[in-house]
Nanobody, 114 residues
């Protein structure tokens, strides 16, 4: 049974930081490209960042320079370090595993507000 379990979301003030984690089980984690997506109320789900099996990363223009995606294959865990958060970063953040079959986590809420 495949599970992607996100954690680390919450309420933070503008300019603050959060670190999201995604714990994977039931897949050969090191063989999957991984990514973070987000969906704000009334909007479509959008790509935030991806990291390949070799560690190459890619970012949406809106988060480049503020967010950092990383993976720890020994711990089967994906991370997203989010700095200088803005109110427009408010969304549900989803972990995604990209392989023969795609898998999604259940999402974690991030709210940026004063």
């Amino acid at each position: 049974q495949v599970q992607l379990v996100e954690s680390g979301g919450g309420l933070v003030q503008p300019g603050g930081s959060l670190r999201l984690s995604c714990a994977a089980s039931g897949i050969r984690f090191s063989r999957y490209a991984m990514g973070w997506y987000r969906q704000a109320p009334g909007k479509s789900r959008e790509l935030v960042a991806t990291v390949s099996t070799t560690g190459s990363s890619n970012y949406a223009d809106s988060v480049r320079g503020r967010f950092t995606i990383s993976r720890d294959n020994a711990k089967n865990t994906l991370y997203l370090q989010m700095n200088s958060l803005k109110p427009e970063d408010t969304a549900v953040y989803y972990c995604h595993a990209d392989g023969w079959v795609d898998y999604w986590g259940q999402g974690t809420q991030v709210t940026v507000s004063s």
